[in-house]
């Protein structure tokens, strides 16, 4: 009995030995029987995942889809997720086998790596039907290799945006060029006034104004040559681009300790609000957000502009750093051709479209009615821009971009000289490449 | 004859009790651990099937053995290891002495402690992050209404982000060593108190000679818990900080994160799992042996005469 005893006790011993450590396979056995539930009920009813969480956004994809269903007898799911939250499921359920039928991308590297390994429906030839009703350049960044692999429903850009009032309080100008910039800087840290709100936890919007000064600098199409290895990530462009950006944070013109501030949970759109800072370089997804958040600021206070010529640079100040949203079908879908319809129908379908134009948002068809200051200023910003560069971190390939958002943040954080930064992305880009 | 009979049905049915503990146990622990192991051998993104990538052997394992970051990761866990122990434990083993007492408040007092247990991790970061917010968070209004005029953003400054973030840590974790201590503690039988201060012994050498030593196996298990979730622990430091700024408070969960699914390497995340199995199992088993008393058996318990 007690050599029994002791065996029970040891293999007792040994399992909670083992349940204390690497518990890290769990996922694999949970992930497997949460797919067999759901493929049962795959058959009529579609998965939509989006990341549009605004109120308002989020309201127009409930009632489009709504219609789709009535009109189709289809239904559909919808899972709202937040950017990177979105990012990281989406990749585990592509990567289990378990994804959703049509799924909210940027087109881009991101894109492009799931395409690359079969798991995206090519839509070339059923978007020849609605693809004139579209932008053209928003089609073009989910196109690799001549096919199509989603549909745009959202086109985006980043706009500099300020606070109105605040600028009308001081008597500023809004700046065009980096010397008027550094004078406007110079007057709001004299009234207390931080010059730039900025999160940077998820690290993607200080990397854009990493991307917004090397493309001021060594002009629009920086990053298009040195991915295409023409010219390195070395390049003085990009170390200048650097220093500039440390610059920045010396000079005060961005909250301490932005690199644990964190875009999802509103902290740094809160100091804007409040007035604590004047400007902010974000996604023209912030114009929707804002007047879902607080309309009283959308009327009165909200206002954008462009981030500012530099001075010998080659870039124009009516270059853009754009995007786009797109929904694209999983080639792992039980109903391909209802998801590819549903696609359309976002992409098309007035009531979608114009919903949108509605809650701030710039669709992705080219004849829209907006009614909004802000919304018509982003919409024409967007048209008269002298060229259209997609968003970095969604262009370079998965590792790659994960690496320059890192470097972004060191420099950022000053833990990192600009050589240093150019230098990693360099050795990357060529081990990858 | 007779009693071999008894034996065997006895280890039957415990076995029988065991059985579906062990196929669950079997299937999502022990299975997910081996396949750990088995990914961490390949060149696998984590996005399309395992079947197809390539095997690469220990490879994985030499490139983590140089992999600086990984072990500026280690080194936090260590850290978090030791700052764990300490103050967790030593706090409390003060506040379970405290609500073991019979002073005035002692209800209320208790009810304060354990206070920090009951929010779930999340809500508990998301809460410090907001107290811990350079701007408007509560801490640093306080700081400012107390004279101090720089105070430093905390989560985002390298000097102070261990530092916070272990401050938080402590906080959530203590009164759930509060609670374990304490119920060792009335384990302890009154005579025994009785008996020393008849004796003439100080309060203070009652709790040194004998509360501590009587405890002693609740406090290894304390042990134990406290190091093998510190070795493990990704939580708050994930959402607090992410690992940042720029990775200065990676955990080497929050790394194994990271390069599982957002830099797609899951053949390379999977070996930094296998390794951080590999640590824990070395530090506990070292833990055991360097803490096993003269009196202890191999079992680990003080021998009776059975």
């Not at chain 1, 937040?82 to 909210?104: C, Q, Y």
């Not at chain 2, 049915?13 to 299975?31: D, E, Q, R």
């Not at chain 2, 005035?104 to 907001?130: C, N």
């Not at chain 2, 951080?276 to 199992?281: A, E, G, P």
Request: hydrophobic share 40%; glycine share 10%.
């Amino acid at each position: 009995m007690r050599k029994f005893k002791k065996m029970a006790a040891l293999l007792m011993a040994g399992m909670m030995i083992l349940s204390a450590n690497g518990c890290s396979g769990n996922g694999a056995g949970n992930d497997e029987e949460e797919s067999a539930v759901t493929k049962e009920e795959g058959g009529n009813k579609l998965q939509l995942w989006h990341i549009q969480t605004a109120e308002n956004r989020k309201k127009v994809i409930e009632e489009g889809v709504k219609e789709f269903s009535e009109k189709y007898g289809v239904e559909v799911e919808i899972t709202v997720l937040e950017n990177d939250p979105f990012k990281t499921k989406l990749r585990t359920a592509m990567g289990s086998g378990d994804a959703p039928d049509v799924f909210h991308s940027w087109g881009g590297g991101w894109l492009k790596a799931f395409a690359d390994e079969g798991l995206v429906v090519d839509i070339t030839e059923d978007i020849e039907v609605w693809k004139d009703q579209l932008n053209e350049a928003a089609i073009g960044m989910n196109t690799f290799d001549g096919k199509v692999y989603g549909s745009p429903y959202m086109t985006a850009l980043t706009p500099l945006y300020y606070n109105k009032a605040i600028f009308e309080e001081h008597g500023l100008e809004v700046p065009t060029t980096w010397a008027e910039m550094e004078t406007v800087c110079e007057t709001l840290k004299k009234n207390g006034i931080i010059p730039f709100a900025l999160a940077n936890s998820t690290k993607w919007p200080g990397a854009q104004h990493f991307v917004m000064l090397s493309m001021r600098i060594g002009g629009a199409d920086i990053f298009q040559k040195a991915i295409s290895g023409e010219i390195s990530f070395e390049d003085e462009t990009f170390i200048k681009a650097g220093d500039m950006l440390r610059n920045m944070v010396d000079d005060g013109w961005f909250p301490e300790g932005a690199n644990a501030l964190n875009w999802d949970t509103g902290d740094s759109r809160q100091m804007f609000y409040a007035g604590q800072c004047a400007m902010i370089l974000q996604t023209s997804g912030f114009i929707s957000t804002c007047l879902s958040e607080n309309e009283e600021f959308y009327n009165n206070n909200l206002a954008l502009a462009s981030y500012p010529a530099i001075e010998g640079g080659k870039g124009e100040i009516t270059d853009m750093l754009a995007g786009e949203n797109a929904f694209s079908v999983s080639a792992d879908s039980d109903n391909v051709e209802m998801s590819i319809k549903l696609v359309e129908f976002l992409s098309t379908s007035k009531t979608v479209q114009q919903g949108f134009a509605d809650a701030g948002a710039i669709g992705a068809r080219t004849d829209l009615n907006v009614s909004t200051k802000p919304l018509q200023q982003g919409m024409d910003q967007l048209s008269n821009a002298t060229y259209l560069q997609n968003f970095i971190d969604q262009t370079l390939s998965p590792e790659l971009a994960e690496k320059h958002k890192d470097t972004c943040q060191a420099l950022l954080g000053k833990t990192m000289t600009s050589e240093e930064a150019a230098k990693e992305m360099q050795k990357l880009y060529e081990s990858i490449e | 004859m007779i009693r071999s009979k008894r034996k065997w049905s006895n280890r039957g049915t415990v076995l029988l009790f065991l059985l579906p503990a062990l196929v669950i146990y079997g299937l999502y622990n022990v299975y997910g651990i081996i396949m750990t192991f088995y990914f961490s051998t390949l060149d696998w993104p984590g996005m399309g099937p395992y079947q197809k990538a390539a095997g690469v052997g220990l490879t994985n394992y030499f490139k983590l053995f140089s992999d600086k970051e990984f072990w500026h990761a280690a080194s936090n866990n260590l850290l978090l290891v030791i700052v764990s122990v300490v103050v967790q434990l030593g706090l409390g083993m003060i506040l379970a002495l405290i609500i073991n007492s019979k002073i005035k408040g002692i209800k209320l007092l208790r009810t304060i402690y354990f206070m920090p247990m009951l929010l779930s991790t999340v809500a508990t970061g998301i809460l410090w992050q907001l107290m811990l917010h350079p701007y408007n968070g509560l801490i640093n209004n306080v700081l400012r209404a107390l004279g101090i005029h720089n105070p430093p953003a905390w989560l985002g400054t390298e000097s102070t982000v261990m530092f916070a973030l272990l401050f938080v840590v402590c906080w959530q974790y203590t009164p759930q060593y509060m609670i374990l201590l304490r119920a060792g503690m009335t384990g302890i039988p009154e005579e025994v108190y009785e008996a020393a201060t008849i004796d003439g012994a100080s309060k203070w050498q009652q709790f040194w000679s004998m509360t501590l030593p009587l405890l002693s196996g609740t406090l290894k298990t304390s042990a134990v818990l406290s190091i093998v979730g510190s070795l493990k622990y990704f939580d708050l430091f994930w959402i607090m900080t992410g690992g940042g700024p720029n990775g200065y408070s990676e955990l080497m969960a929050t790394y194994m994160y990271k390069k599982a699914f957002n830099q797609e390497q899951m053949g390379y995340a999977s070996s930094v799992a296998g390794s951080m199995f590999l640590i824990s199992m070395v530090v506990v088993f070292i833990f055991m042996r360097v803490t096993r008393r003269r009196d202890e058996g191999k079992g680990g318990r003080l021998n009776e005469n059975c």
